[in-house]
Nanobody
Framework: QVQVVESGGGSVQAGGSLRLSCAASGRTLSLYTMGWFRQAPGQEREFVATIRWSGGHIYYPDSVKGRFTISRDNTKNTVYLQMNSLKPEDTAVYYC?????????????????WGQGTQVTVSL
């Protein structure tokens, strides 16, 4: 089992920045791929970023590429999502996921463990 807990959401004006954190615990974390997804009201959950604990292999969709950065701190068992140049369309609940399959465009069903989500609201 792997447990994940997100933090760091909040409200910000367009053009601002937020950093989300995902603290993970449980089984050998180095074996897992971590990901961030988001879900806006009435929309499907969509991929935001993914990273392997063991090294490299970072992917983003075009919608956030160049603005969002995923990183990890293995000593703290924590994955981060730095979000810059935020836009109103980035407003959503952001979820951290673990136990995924490393692909360039993962689906939610590719991940086994999920956090409760943290709200990000971007206003004009």
């Amino acid at each position: 089992q792997v447990q994940v807990v997100e933090s760091g959401g909040g409200s910000v004006q367009a053009g601002g920045s937020l950093r989300l954190s995902c603290a993970a615990s449980g089984r050998t974390l180095s074996l897992y791929t971590m990901g961030w997804f988001r879900q806006a009201p009435g929309q499907e959950r969509e991929f935001v970023a993914t990273i392997r604990w063991s090294g490299g292999h970072i992917y983003y969709p075009d919608s956030v590429k160049g603005r969002f950065t995923i990183s990890r701190d293995n000593t703290k068992n924590t994955v981060y999502l730095q979000m810059n140049s935020l836009k109103p369309e980035d407003t959503a609940v952001y979820y951290c996921a673990a136990g995924g399959t490393m692909t360039i465009n993962p689906r939610p069903e590719d991940f086994q463990y999920w956090g409760q989500g943290t709200q990000v609201t971007v206003s004009l």
